[in-house]
């Protein structure tokens, strides 16, 4: 590179070899035309032209399981699935056997109560609904806080939030609930939702007053006698979800992939151990 002349001032600050009479706007140095960055008004140099360029926003979740697509495919497949199962329990003839054979209590995963051992049915019963305001209710909120978390989580982190949640709420029921009482709903999935939300709003310094005043609504509608709400479902959803949403928060760097799919599986192996121990008792 040649060494650039005395009067440097008519020269580019980048390239001291080539003559230029053209200045930055914003900074006042010259620039030749390969270090010039058109602007509004005249030019810019390559550093101003980089200061002004907006900051792209970073991306929450920087992980293997983030999803590219803007569609929520997962919430919208959930949806269908539900709506569905709600079709065919709706279907005269049929339908009060299909909730009868997808719907969950804890008889079916605690022998010698007489019911044969289904443990599936504490996953089929979250897509089975006992009514069409409890399905809109259900799918409402799982079409808004599903979208929400699914775009930050990504499809295979959301989908493993609430199939866990799901069985969160069947294994309170299992633990809390007369092993006779039937229940079917997407509820305890719901509040895991909610619970993971909340938890990774918190984290990124999220407000939650209106999150909280939500749970805390439909918390209380469930101990309402005669309503034939299974609030075991909602509070063992809640308190997976929760969990998990800590786990998300805490290990939410690429490189603790394998700590984070790890704890998943730890969760997912301790709701299967408490029902196992309920079992056993």
């Given at each position: 590179?040649?060494?650039?002349?005395?009067?440097?001032?008519?020269?580019?600050?980048?390239?001291?070899?080539?003559?230029?009479?053209?200045?930055?706007?914003?900074?006042?140095?010259?620039?030749?035309?390969?270090?010039?960055?058109?602007?509004?008004?005249?030019?810019?140099?390559?550093?101003?032209?980089?200061?002004?360029?907006?900051?792209?926003?970073?991306?929450?979740?920087?992980?293997?399981?983030?999803?590219?697509?803007?569609?929520?495919?997962?919430?919208?497949?959930?949806?269908?699935?539900?709506?569905?199962?709600?079709?065919?329990?709706s279907v005269p003839g049929i339908g009060s056997s299909v909730t009868q054979a997808l719907q969950y209590a804890g008889a079916y995963t605690q022998p010698g109560l007489g019911a044969p051992l289904e443990p599936w049915r504490m996953i089929t019963s979250i897509f089975m609904h006992g009514g069409i305001?409890?399905?809109?209710?259900?799918?409402?909120?799982?079409?808004?806080?599903?979208?929400?978390?699914?775009?930050?989580?990504?499809?295979?982190?959301?989908?493993?939030?609430?199939?866990?949640?799901?069985?969160?709420?069947?294994?309170?029921?299992?633990?809390?609930?007369?092993?006779?009482?039937?229940?079917?709903?997407?509820?305890?999935?719901?509040?895991?939702?909610?619970?993971?939300?909340?938890?990774?709003?918190?984290?990124?310094?999220?407000?939650?007053?209106?999150?909280?005043?939500?749970?805390?609504?439909?918390?209380?509608?469930?101990?309402?006698?005669?309503?034939?709400?299974?609030?075991?479902?909602?509070?063992?959803?809640?308190?997976?979800?929760?969990?998990?949403?800590?786990?998300?928060?805490?290990?939410?760097?690429?490189?603790?992939?394998?700590?984070?799919?790890?704890?998943?599986?730890?969760?997912?192996?301790?709701?299967?151990?408490?029902?196992?121990?309920?079992?056993?008792?």
């Amino acid at each position: 590179m040649s060494q650039a002349p005395v009067d440097a001032d008519n020269y580019c600050y980048r390239h001291p070899g080539r003559q230029s009479f053209v200045l930055c706007q914003r900074c006042g140095k010259t620039v030749c035309p390969e270090c010039q960055v058109q602007a509004a008004v005249g030019v810019h140099c390559v550093d101003c032209a980089r200061q002004n360029r907006p900051a792209r926003p970073k991306p929450r979740f920087v992980t293997a399981f983030r999803s590219t697509s803007t569609q929520p495919v997962v919430t919208y497949s959930l949806i269908g699935v539900a709506a569905f199962f709600f079709v065919l329990q709706s279907v005269p003839g049929i339908g009060s056997s299909v909730t009868q054979a997808l719907q969950y209590a804890g008889a079916y995963t605690q022998p010698g109560l007489g019911a044969p051992l289904e443990p599936w049915r504490m996953i089929t019963s979250i897509f089975m609904h006992g009514g069409i305001f409890h399905l809109l209710f259900n799918m409402y909120a799982l079409f808004i806080f599903g979208q929400l978390l699914e775009h930050t989580l990504g499809r295979a982190r959301y989908l493993t939030l609430f199939l866990l949640s799901g069985l969160g709420g069947s294994v309170a029921v299992d633990l809390i609930a007369s092993p006779f009482q039937g229940v079917v709903g997407a509820s305890g999935a719901i509040f895991g939702l909610m619970g993971a939300y909340f938890v990774i709003q918190r984290h990124l310094g999220g407000t939650n007053i209106q999150l909280l005043v939500l749970v805390g609504i439909n918390l209380v509608i469930g101990f309402i006698p005669g309503l034939g709400i299974a609030w075991q479902a909602h509070l063992g959803g809640l308190a997976a979800g929760a969990l998990m949403g800590l786990i998300f928060t805490k290990t939410r760097n690429v490189r603790q992939k394998n700590t984070q799919i790890l704890l998943l599986v730890a969760t997912g192996v301790a709701l299967v151990g408490l029902t196992v121990a309920k079992a056993l008792v």
